[in-house]
């Protein structure tokens, strides 16, 4: 074997203008490194103009010529493992993987090594999986029992096809432990990239404070909007998703919901506020990282991903960067936010300091943590080849 690979493939699960998030610029970053080959089991990306696929050759399954197979993916879901593991990956001494569903579970030989970056096992096939069921409408009608067979076989297939991975990525300890508790599998922790050279802040900053996430069921906004509606505080909300219209039913008067906005819009909007509020329990969390590089303090529960990126200033002021509050509750949170209000703890966590913090977590250090562990993951592959006896 060579002392580096002669080709390296780069799998993502798919590759689609709606899906722009932490998982994406892991590939984008893994794409500058690697300069690999690209599969997917769709690809919306590459034909469409200003993309930063556009003109590049994806590899695709053949879920990409079913109906509505490019738009909606998942409604294929008992489909991707068969459809990943139909990717001919041959040809390829390296096959690196961005995983939270199927994209690990590629079939490889043993002559070429598979490293996957495992943003989650799926949630919903496993922990969080009667929580998704309660928020699903097919769930409940008639179809909820078939549902309910169908994840129990993905989750057979995920714990079996997590076995054939070499090399596990976790994108945060949050992650590493549901990679423990779901496959029985080790894996080393390399926080994802997070671009936070495009965030400066203002000062003063200004009094609201920002929440900033899709508004779905498991980012917890909810409990947001109703602890600022108990402080009279006012909030801002950016996002969309189904639980908009809910969120919009119950907001109080200092509750104002902008929807979908401009990463300009964002940007700006993190380098005013006050601090960034954030109640859901994340794998990582890259939406707090980018508040600290903009020098906003984040307000979080403490718990998940976030452990890895804030720093708790009831713990350590010296080096705090936000406050965590320790249970998912709107009344908890309240106080925490009052605590923060009556501490002015604004002024106590410098800019400066937040954005040190964040740039710990910068794709340039990204970059350099994965490939030095491509580099000795390969160099052990390659002495574990040079240990197999042989056959008399």
Known sequence: MSSSPDSVALVHEWFSPWAAGGAEAVVRELDQLLSPRLYALVDGESRRPGSWLAGRSVTTSFIQRLPWGVRRVQLYLPLLPLAVEHLDLSGHGLVVSSSHLAAKGVLTAPDQLHVSYVHSPPRYAWDQMNVY?????????????????????????????????????????????????????????????????????????????????????????????????????????????????????????????????????????????????????????????????????????????????????????????????????SRVLAEAVRHFEDQRLWRQLPAERLRRHAERFSARRFRGRMEVLLHKSWRRFQGAWSRVPQVP
């Open 133 to 329: 069921l309660r928020h699903n409408a097919m769930a409940r009608g008639p179809l909820g029992p078939w549902i309910r067979w169908q994840l129990h076989q993905l989750r057979q297939w995920d714990h079996l096809s997590a076995q054939r991975v070499d090399v596990l990525v976790a994108n945060s300890r949050f992650t590493a432990r549901r990679i423990w508790r779901c496959w029985r599998r080790r894996s080393v922790v390399i926080h994802p990239p997070v671009a936070v050279e495009r965030f400066h802040w203002q000062q003063p900053r200004q009094d609201f404070y920002l929440c900033l996430g899709r508004l779905v069921a498991y980012k917890r906004v909810d409990l947001v909007v109703e602890a600022f509606n108990r402080c009279r505080l006012p909030l801002v909300v950016v996002g969309d998703g189904p639980e908009g219209k809910r969120l919009r039913r119950r907001a109080g008067p200092t509750v104002r919901l902008l929807g979908r906005q401009s990463a300009h819009q964002v940007e700006d909007l993190l380098g005013r506020c006050r601090a960034l509020v954030h109640a859901g329990v994340e794998d990582f969390g890259i939406a707090p990282v980018e508040a600290m590089a903009a020098g906003a303090p984040v307000i979080a529960l403490g718990q998940g991903g976030l452990l890895d990126s804030v720093r708790c200033h009831n713990q350590d002021p010296a080096s705090a960067t936000g406050l965590l509050f320790d249970r998912p509750c």
